[in-house]
């Protein structure tokens, strides 16, 4: 994986002033446009999508300054239809317009050429195990919330503080399978992981396809598949949220398994009062690599 980012990275320099087909890209390596972009928004901390335009208004900068083209002919060229949107994408970046730029000679801000290379220490062993589940169904209390990577996230928290505690004994009492307990539920995320993407998050339980579910809980079918399922306890959310991430840095590159759609659950085991330490499975639904 961690060559077939580095060809990814190439190829957007490669395709700087043009779009590019990153589902084929992807297939032609053996992989899934999904898993892809995952593992490159996890690994780079940023989407693809926002580096490559970073990368284009890196580039875009050194036309703007030497002045020889007029903005629309920049704008063209790497592929956008007017001066307005070149603009928009050229201030998200360097922070003033293109015209301020070609005037002033800045301020400009550089996006290095981004390459990726793997350390496997070894040093802290993940606790995993590959768990085959048939159809299920994931019911419960659904909102629409933003991505937060670090910290508690404030909507979950006002989301499930919202609920009445018997709502949280009903949700238990119907759980019927695996993951078990009380879950913690993301779907529809974006894949490119963007920091304040929506997504639906549930907090809700696991139940049969054959259980009867109340009309008033929302409901997400999840087909038959394979999981990832990882083993957490610490400090709570950041052990959680350190083991998330590595298992794009170190799980993935390192095991024949690639993130396939759906959704990602994480299951409270055992707490404190407080919240402040927690056990956790996290469940990620995966698929072997061809």
């Known amino acids: 994986m961690i060559a077939v980012l580095n060809r990814l990275a190439d190829l957007v320099e ?21 898993h892809l972009r995952r593992m490159f928004s996890s690994l780079a901390g940023m989407p693809l999508s926002e580096y490559v335009r970073r990368r284009r208004m890196t580039v875009a900068a050194a036309d703007v300054v ?31 317009g293109p015209g301020d730029v070609r005037r002033a000679g800045g301020p400009l801000r550089t996006q290095p050429q981004l390459r990726f290379r793997l350390t496997v220490e070894g040093s802290n062993p993940m606790d995993t195990r590959i ?18 990577h670090e910290g508690v996230n404030p909507h979950i928290q006002q989301h499930i503080a919202a609920l009445p505690p018997e709502a949280h004994a009903r949700l238990k ?23 304040g993407s929506e997504l639906t998050y549930l907090h809700g339980v696991a139940v049969a396809e054959g259980t009867q579910v109340p009309d008033d809980l929302d409901v997400i079918a999840v087909p038959s598949g394979t999981w990832a399922v990882f083993h957490t306890t610490g400090p709570h959310p950041q052990t959680l949220q350190t083991t998330w991430a590595a298992t794009a840095t170190e799980w993935f590159p390192s095991n024949p398994w690639r993130l396939r759609p759906g959704p990602s659950i994480v299951a409270i085991l055992d707490r404190t009062a407080d919240f402040s330490t927690a056990t956790c499975e996290l469940w990620l639904p995966v698929e072997p690599v061809s």
């Open 66 to 96: 030497r002045g020889g083209d007029d903005l629309l002919d920049i704008a063209v060229r790497y592929g956008y239809g007017s001066t307005e949107a070149f603009g928009r994408a050229f201030r998200a970046v360097h922070g003033a």
């Open 14 to 34: 490669e395709r700087l002033t043009e779009e590019f087909d990153i589902g084929g890209f992807a297939v032609s390596y053996g992989t899934t446009e999904y």
């Open 131 to 148: 768990a085959d589940r048939p159809a299920f169904r994931l019911v419960g209390h659904a909102a629409r919330v933003p991505l937060i």
């Open 173 to 195: 009492a119907l759980g019927d399978g695996e993951p078990r307990g009380l879950l913690q539920v993301s779907d529809d995320l974006d894949p490119d992981g963007a920091e």
